[in-house]
C-alpha cells in the first residue's frame, strides 16, 4: 500500500509540471487521461469506484484513498459544481487514470474568506485518479445488498457469541450481577447515601472501561492508566461531566446513572446492544463488543425538575335515599 501511496504522490508531481499535455473542459478544468487500454466510457448513471489523490500545486496530499484504504464509489450524474468531476468521468474508461486540476477561484467564488491557507488565489487543486470499476445501478444494488445480506448473517453470528461470551464472563468472575429489561448488568460495589439523579441534571463520573479481556481502553483515573500502560497525551485526570439523558454518552452509561445514589461506585457490565454496537469503537473495542466500566458517580448537579402532581380524584357524589314506592292495594 505504501508503494502504491507514494507512486500517487509522484503522479502529483507530475500532474503539476506537465502543463503542455493538458486539455482545459469548457470550465476551466485541466485534465490528461492515462490510458492503456481504451473502452468503453463512463456513462450517466453508472456506479464507478476509483481511487484518488488530492493534492495542493506544491504537492501537499490533503486526501488519500491508498492510505485510506478504502475507494470512492459513487454513482455518476450531470455536474452540479465544478469540482465534483462528473465532467471528467465520461471521459474515461475502466483502468484510465486521470490528473486533473480544478481552478481554486472557481471553487471558492463567492465565499473567497473560506479558502485554506494552503490554497493560493489563482491555484489548483490537483487530483489524480484511477478508476477501478463501473457497473449499472441495478448490478451495483444487487451486489450491496449481497453485502448487507452477509453482513447481517455475521453479526446475527456475532450476537450470539457476545451473549454466551458475556455470561461465561459473570460467571467465572462470580459477580452477582442485576439485570434490567434492556440487557444491562451492574453491580453496586460502595453504595452512596444522596438521592438519584434524574435525566437532565449533570452528573460528574469517573470511570475505567475495560473488554472482557481485560484491557483499558479509556479512563479518567490516573492510576489506573499507569497500571495498564495507556497512553492518553494531554488528557486531564479528572471526573468527567454531562448531562444525563442527552445521548451525550452510550445508552448503557445513560440508563445505569439513572441507578445510582450520588457517590456510589459500581461495575457496569454493558452488552454492545447499549454501547458501541454492530460497528464498534477504535482498534480496542471490536463490533459486538461487551465492555465492563468501573465507575463512580462523584458528584450531581441537580436542576429544577417539573413535579408532576397526580390529577386530584373528584368527590364521591351522595346517592339519592331511594324513594318508597307506593303499592296500590287491591280493594276488590
Known sequence: MKNTFYLSLILCLFGASANAQFKRTDRGVQYQIISNNPGAKLKQNDVITFNAVQCTENDSVLFSTYKSGQPI????????????????????SVNDSAIIK????????????????????????????????????????AERNAAMAKLKAEGEKLKITEAA???????????????????????????????????????????????????????????DAKAAGLNQPGRPYEPISFALGAARVIKGWDEAFLLMNEGSKAKLI?????????YGSGADIKPYASLIFDVELVKVVRVKHNVVK????????????????????NKN
Open 270 to 278: 454493558i452488552p454492545s446492544a447499549l454501547g458501541y454496537g454492530e
Open 310 to 329: 397526580p390529577a386530584a380524584k373528584a368527590p364521591l357524589k351522595k346517592k339519592a335515599p331511594l324513594k318508597k314506592r307506593a303499592v296500590a292495594k
Open 165 to 223: 461470551t458475556l455470561e461465561s464472563y459473570i460467571k467465572n468472575n462470580n459477580l452477582a450481577a442485576k439485570a434490567t429489561p434492556s440487557g444491562l448488568r451492574y453491580v453496586i460495589k460502595t453504595a452512596g447515601v444522596k438521592p438519584k439523579p434524574l435525566n437532565g441534571d449533570t452528573i460528574y463520573v469517573n470511570y475505567t472501561g475495560r473488554t472482557l479481556e481485560g484491557k483499558v481502553f479509556d479512563t479518567s483515573v490516573e492510576a
Open 73 to 92: 464509489k459513487i454513482q455518476v450524474h450531470p455536474s452540479t459544481n465544478i469540482a465534483d468531476l462528473m465532467d471528467i468521468f465520461p471521459l474515461l
Open 102 to 141: 480544478v481552478p481554486v477561484d472557481s471553487v471558492f467564488k463567492g465565499h473567497e474568506a473560506e479558502m485554506p491557507p494552503f490554497f493560493k488565489k489563482g491555484g489548483n487543486i490537483v487530483f489524480n485518479l484511477k478508476i477501478q470499476q463501473a457497473q449499472s445501478l441495478e448490478d451495483a444494488m
